[in-house]
């Protein structure tokens, strides 16, 4: 599996920036992607998920009035939506991906409780004014 991340750079407080993240590789029927991130001096983080069985989501609770995920299948790239950006939210971005087949996991299973073995090399956003 393979996953290559875009849209990154800079930003100024306030603006929207857009990531992308294509996929390529899966072999089992479904699949999940997530964005992490991790600022310097701080922990990897989790941001985002989405699963393709049923589009549904998960955004953290710290951004969530102002991130959303949301996938183009055709492209098989998921794409992660940041508004009103803040200097908070400066970070390398991480894509990471699992596939999975139809008894792996529990129909309802949040995303965010998927394990990830997959991951893209990372892309920067900085938000400063």
């Known amino acids: 599996v393979q996953l290559v991340e875009s849209g990154g750079g800079m930003a100024h407080p306030g603006e929207s920036l857009r990531l992308s993240c294509t996929a390529s590789g899966f072999t089992h029927d479904y699949y999940v992607i997530t964005w992490f991130r991790q600022a310097p001096g701080r922990d990897k983080e989790g941001v985002s998920c989405i699963k393709s069985s049923d589009d549904s989501t998960y955004i953290a609770r710290d951004v969530k009035d102002r991130f959303t995920t949301f996938r183009d299948n055709a492209k098989n790239t998921v794409y992660l939506e940041m508004n009103n950006l803040k200097p908070d939210d400066t970070a390398t971005y991480y894509c990471?991906?699992?596939?999975?087949?139809?008894?792996?996991?529990?129909?309802?299973?949040?995303?965010?409780?998927?394990?990830?073995?997959?991951w893209g090399q990372g892309i920067q956003v900085t938000v400063s004014a």
């Open positions: 990471g991906a699992e596939d999975y087949g139809p008894t792996s996991y529990p129909p309802d299973q949040s995303c965010n409780y998927f394990k990830f073995d997959y």
